[in-house]
């Protein structure tokens, strides 16, 4: 019982340690970045931001990025795309790439989860719907979700991105 409590106590930690950072200045959380909105209000699509993210437990075998607008339930829960990473073997710190919205063609080591569900809305296609709503101060965020090789989740967080 004793050493049950402890794998158990030492997963939760784990999963509190991961840690997520923007490596690109422009992205600060608060605001999305003018440059990174979808085609509808900028000269192209905008892409996800490129990411840090240490801590990642050594099991972890793929990261699935669900890409969200919590203000509007419609897009929310992967309705902006949902994205896997296939994490590089015995690595606790990566550096994920961006990638432009409103297309299919993805950067090594990625794979297709759901395409953005914004076409129902007449959006272009693609995996990933960069932020979409004109302004409107919508919050949009990224569930970042670790897992091993059977796909079980080992260390879940939220990345806010910004107001748009």
């Given at each position: 019982m004793i050493i049950l409590g402890s794998i158990l106590l030492y997963s939760s930690l784990t999963a509190a340690d991961l840690k997520v950072d923007?490596?690109?200045?422009?992205?600060?959380g608060v605001n999305i970045p003018r440059d990174e909105v979808c085609s509808n209000y900028n000269i192209?699509?905008?892409?996800?931001?490129?990411?840090?993210?240490s801590?990642?437990?050594?099991?972890g075998s793929k990261i699935i990025f669900t890409y969200n607008d919590k203000t509007f339930k419609q897009m929310d829960n992967g309705?902006?795309?949902?994205?896997?990473?296939?994490?590089?073997k015995n690595s606790t710190t990566i550096e994920i790439p961006s990638l432009i919205g409103e297309?299919?063609?993805?950067?090594?080591?990625?794979?297709i989860v759901q395409a953005?569900?914004?076409?129902?809305?007449?959006?272009?296609?693609?995996?990933?719907?960069?932020?979409c709503s004109g302004g409107k101060n919508n919050t949009y965020s990224v569930n970042i979700n670790i897992v091993d090789d059977t796909n079980k989740s080992i260390a879940v967080t939220e990345l806010i991105l910004g107001k748009f």
């Open positions: 923007f490596l690109d200045k422009k992205w600060d192209e699509a905008g892409s996800t931001p490129s990411l840090r993210i801590n990642i437990p050594s099991n309705g902006h795309g949902i994205i896997s990473y296939d994490i590089p297309s299919f063609e993805l950067k090594d080591g990625f794979k953005h569900t914004g076409i129902r809305f007449n959006k272009t296609a693609g995996a990933y719907l960069a932020p």
